[in-house]
């Protein structure tokens, strides 16, 4: 793990766990902290709850929905409410609901990414990281459905006027070898000006 990501999760109390389905993204980890002080995050697709932790542990309320919330109700804190919805279905559950940030990680339902933007409140965060073309010489996911296109994320940002703070669309090897895509935008303008690069 980056040693600033690493001195992160230790400054908030997190265990210093090694496990890559635990582990938060360095991605998330970096820019978390952009997301208004003491606002509501979604956590969309949130899984294990990795990203949850790590945003209750900055004192955020988090909304951590997915279609199993099973290993997330494990989770012991006040911060965080466990939501089970189905996210593919024909009309989007989460319409009309407003957040201070969105984090999405390792997750691709093109019929409904044009939704976000609408659920940010003015000065809201967008976290987003997930799978690139390429990533099929890896192995999984290998369907061009869960994979993003080049530049798909800016053009995304464009399409609904978010200002890009950082992108990026490499390959990693860490937590395995993938090619992956990431994007933090926010919505109008930041409300604080935040360094965006932990130092250690």
């Known amino acids: 793990m980056k040693q600033w990501a690493l001195t992160t ?108 933007p609408d659920l940010l409140e003015d000065g809201g965060i967008l976290i987003y990281e997930t799978f690139a073309q390429g990533n099929e010489q890896f192995g999984k996911p290998s369907n061009p459905n869960f994979l993003l296109n080049s530049g798909e994320l800016l053009a995304f940002a464009a399409r609904h006027g978010l200002k890009v703070l950082a992108y990026e669309d490499i390959y990693v090897d860490d937590p395995k070898p993938a090619m992956v895509q990431r994007l933090c935008a926010v919505k109008g303008m930041l409300k604080e000006r935040i360094p965006l690069q932990f130092q250690g």
């Open 9 to 116: 999760i230790k400054a908030f109390g997190l265990p210093p766990v090694h496990d890559p389905i635990v582990k938060p993204s360095p991605w998330v980890v970096r820019f978390a902290p952009l997301i208004p002080q003491g606002g509501v995050v979604l956590d969309l697709a949130c899984g294990s709850g990795r990203h949850s932790m790590l945003l209750a542990n900055l004192a955020y309320s988090v909304l951590a929905v997915d279609q199993d919330v099973s290993a997330i109700e494990t989770i012991q804190s006040s911060f965080i409410t466990p939501k089970c919805l189905n996210l593919e279905q024909d009309i989007w559950p989460l319409h009309g609901a407003s957040f201070h940030g969105i984090v999405v990680t390792n997750y691709l339902y093109r019929p409904h990414i044009d939704s976000l």
